[in-house]
């Protein structure tokens, strides 16, 4: 790949993994952001996280660039990914010691989250069993053992609820093994990706904890925006985003960008939205969508903008060509995904 990151088995992209510690060290986080002004966007980091946004009310939609809770005041996600479920060991990670699931949602939300991002894979839905290690016994108070990886998600999304913490959905991959470049596989079809992401909706419609579903993580690769129907993640956005409003109309759908872009160059896998603005995902129901970059710092991958010799202050021309101008325009919200810091420090302007 010529642009965006390293591949999820190398170094630099392994996930922090022994306890929910490491939040507060590297995990992926979301945040909803003002253009590109937002936290993550500005070089604060994880640490801004601490001004705290209470819980939403009811189920959220969308207005213009801003999310509203169900008493139309408007709210910002801060959520942090909780990844283990869409690996093969098809569990959350961190429970093979003596964390409980609870005192892992406890430490995710005393850092100023409000949300928990759920990443599955389409293997690990229809697995029967766990595969990897669980501390059963510190954990026994959820009765884990012998369930499926669908009964741990059960339990994730009712005790993020008893700690106050809402859910997105995250179809990471296809199968646990690696990440998929575009929405299917042979092995998982995209009438698959479209009937799991239902049973998903049916089966948590009636629970407003769980407030949005990210239809599929990092497009990549071969992926466009518009074009061939092979590779056309706006359409099959546009499809699978209706595929489970059908189910519960109230959830928000997060639609990540592209990596190689028509119109703006190759960026970071799934941070491309230039093309959104004219062509963008239109659902059957309106106030739905949430455009989800993924955008990260030099750490990552070294990006061409990041030897510009005008870097640091060249970055929000990049942040609102690739994907800040949508909220600036007031065209959908952006909920900004990276990982922690360092970010580079915000520029220095005048005054």
Not at 316 to 334: E, M
């Amino acid at each position: 790949m010529s642009s965006g990151r390293p591949t999820e088995q190398s170094p630099a992209r392994r996930r922090p993994a022994r306890t929910l510690g490491v939040v507060a060290a590297g995990v992926a986080a979301l945040l909803a952001v003002a253009g590109c002004a937002g936290p993550a966007a500005s070089g604060a980091g994880l640490e801004r996280l601490a001004d705290t946004t209470p819980a939403a009310t009811g189920w959220l939609h969308t207005d213009g660039g801003t999310i509203r809770d169900s008493n139309n005041a408007a709210y910002i996600i801060k959520a942090a990914s909780w990844f283990g479920l869409e690996t093969p060991d098809c569990v959350p990670h961190g429970l093979w010691g003596t964390l409980t699931i609870d005192e892992a949602l406890a430490n995710i939300k005393s850092m100023g989250f409000n949300t928990v991002r759920l990443p599955f894979s389409n293997e690990c839905l229809a697995a029967t069993t766990i595969k990897g290690s669980v501390n059963y016994w510190a954990n026994r108070a959820y009765n884990l053992e012998g369930k499926r990886p669908l009964d741990v998600m059960d339990t994730v999304i009712a005790r993020a609820k008893a700690n106050g913490l809402q859910v997105i959905l995250d179809r990471h991959r296809p199968s646990s093994a690696s990440q998929s470049p575009l929405w299917y596989t042979a092995a998982v079809p995209e009438s698959r990706w479209i009937s799991d992401w239902q049973m998903l909706a049916t089966r948590y419609r009636n629970d407003p904890t769980v407030i949005g579903a990210d239809l599929h993580n990092e497009p990549a690769g071969s992926a466009t925006w518009g074009g061939p129907a092979a590779t056309d993640w706006q359409a099959a956005a546009t499809r699978g985003g209706n595929a489970v409003l059908a189910a519960n109309p109230n959830l928000l759908i997060l639609v990540e960008g592209i990596e190689n872009q028509a119109t703006a160059g190759g960026t970071w896998w799934g941070g491309g939205l230039a093309d959104a603005g004219a062509k963008p995902v239109t659902l059957a129901v309106p106030h739905r969508v949430v455009y989800s970059p993924h955008d990260y710092p030099a750490s990552m991958f070294a990006q061409k903008w990041f030897s510009d010799p005008a870097y640091p202050a060249n970055l929000p021309a990049v942040w609102d060509r690739n994907w800040g101008y949508l909220q600036k325009q007031g065209i959908a919200p952006v909920l900004l995904g990276s990982s922690a810091p360092p970010w580079p420090p915000p520029p220095t302007r005048p005054g």
